[in-house]
T-cell receptor, first 112, second 115 residues
Framework: GDSVTQMEGPVTLSEEAFLTINCTYT??????LFWYVQYPGEGLQLLLK?????DKGSNKGFEATYRKETTSFHLEKGSVQVSDSAVYFC???????????FGPGTRLSVLP | DVKVTQSSRYLVKRTGEKVFLECVQD?????MFWYRQDPGLGLRLIYF???????EKGDIPEGYSVSREKKERFSLILESASTNQTSMYLC??????????????FGPGTRLTVL
């Protein structure tokens, strides 16, 4: 079946450092790919998405590119802030939007 | 904005009790989902529903049941709560097609503790 693998962390960075969180997937068909963020004590919020190969999703300084050839969707940000501290989930959905698969989440801590 | 609400943020129940977790969405979404989130295990799908009165088992349905009598409401039921069901429960909804709006929208979560 479909699956998502991501680095589990925790990842600890200093403010203004560069962030990369790796995500790779296994899927049949042409899934949509997502990054969700969960701040402490809250539910998941959509951070960005891409629905086809070579699409780049971006939001709040974060970006990720749908790479079909490497089955990857790595999350990057050029300069992280303390407020970016959260758990980040990579996910995919199937052609019908009914089967969502999440990675295990990566906890990011940004120190001032 | 899509809003998904869950009936309780925190809940404490005793072993053997019947527990109801309610989820309501206000965007007329067809699909609704219940997940549980545990440290180191990420999100695991319990049940989902793609229409009123329809339901499908997810990866870990044992010990749970669901009810979808109205489109906007999806209830998760623990028939006889056990300590291994202590977890964070997340509800989500989505539209079932590949338009730009096939995103899942999540509620704030219910942290359930079973004593």
């Amino acid at each position: 079946g479909d699956s998502v693998t991501q680095m589990e962390g925790p990842v600890t960075l200093s403010e203004e450092a560069f962030l990369t969180i790796n995500c790779t997937y296994t899927a049949t068909g042409y899934p949509s790919l997502f990054w969700y963020v969960q701040y402490p004590g809250e539910g998941l919020q959509l951070l960005l998405k891409a629905t086809k190969a070579d699409d780049k999703g971006s939001n709040k300084g974060f970006e990720a590119t749908y790479r079909k050839e490497t089955t990857s969707f790595h999350l990057e940000k050029g300069s992280v802030q303390v407020s970016d501290s959260a758990v980040y989930f990579c996910a995919l959905s199937d052609d019908y939007g009914q089967n969502f698969v999440f990675g295990p989440g990566t906890r990011l801590s940004v120190l001032p | 904005d899509v809003k998904v609400t869950q009936s309780s943020r925190y809940l404490v129940k005793r072993t053997g009790e019947k527990v109801f977790l309610e989820c309501v969405q206000d965007m007329d979404h067809e699909n609704m989902f219940w997940y549980r989130q545990d440290p180191g295990l990420g999100l695991r799908l319990i049940y989902f529903s793609y229409d009123v009165k329809m339901k499908e088992k997810g990866d870990i349905p044992e010990g749970y049941s669901v009810s979808r009598e109205k489109k906007e409401r999806f209830s998760l039921i623990l028939e006889s709560a056990s300590t291994n069901q202590t977890s964070m429960y997340l509800c989500a909804s989505s539209i079932p097609n590949r338009s730009s709006t096939d995103t899942q929208y999540f509620g704030p979560g219910t942290r359930l503790t079973v004593l």
